[in-house]
């Protein structure tokens, strides 16, 4: 794929940087570090309560993932961890853009620092990442495929730039076949940093 048809297929932005595949305008739809530490386990700030076992977990390159993934623990609690991977991704978004589809191609599955022991004790995961070439990074299928996600109900989360879900939920449904979903969030890199009201609206639709 040509440089041109992957800035207008997948939505990179080079305004945004944002998550490698970003955008513009905000939308939700339905159907569905080394040994990270988790961050704030009761979510201080957290709006909704839930007496379920929250993990927030989240793979970010320019920290637009990370904003949503900060705004729905902020929301509703739980765990925050970074999917870290064991080498960083380079500074530059070309180099970035290339190694990923390099990846991508290769159905590569680059080793991850990030570790979750007690992940037995979760029932709800938020699993955010950015639209890479229509799809997921490769270290999240790394960390994925790292633990046993059966009776886990997971809520997906994707930042893009303007190409949208893409195959970032039907890609994620095939690496978790025997796993329940929620209705999922996406959201433009250019919103993710400012999406209080729409976590807030996915949130709800939720069984918490």
């Known amino acids: 794929m040509k440089r041109r048809e992957f800035l207008k297929t997948t939505g990179f932005s080079l305004m945004g940087m944002a998550a490698l595949c970003l ?18 386990t009761e979510g201080a700030n957290a709006t909704m309560k839930t007496t379920k076992k929250i993990l927030i977990t989240y793979f970010s390159w320019s920290g637009n993932t990370k904003a949503v993934a900060e705004e729905i623990h902020k929301q509703i609690g739980g765990e925050l961890v970074e999917i870290v991977p064991e080498t960083a991704y380079p500074t530059s978004y070309n180099a970035t853009v290339d190694k990923g589809k390099q990846e991508q191609q290769a159905n590569a599955r680059p080793a991850v620092k990030t570790k979750i022991p007690d992940f037995a004790q979760y029932d709800i995961v938020f699993l955010g990442y950015p ?13 994925i495929e790292s633990l046993d996600w059966q009776a886990k109900t997971v809520a997906p989360f994707f930042t893009h730039g303007g190409g949208g879900v893409q195959r ?36 709800s639709k939720m069984s918490l």
């Not at 513009?24 to 990270?36: D, E, L, W, Y």
């Not at 229509?134 to 960390?143: D, K, Q, R």
């Not at 999406?195 to 949130?203: E, M």
């Open 23 to 40: 955008g513009c305008g905000a939308s939700t739809a339905a159907p569905v570090t080394a040994n990270a530490t988790a961050s704030n």
């Open 131 to 143: 639209n890479w070439w229509g799809s997921y990074p490769m270290p999240v299928a790394t960390f």
């Open 168 to 203: 970032c939920q039907s890609d994620l449904a095939k690496l978790l076949p025997h796993t329940s979903f929620a209705p999922y969030l996406a959201l433009s890199g250019s919103s993710a940093k400012n999406a209080s009201k729409d976590v807030a609206q996915w949130l």
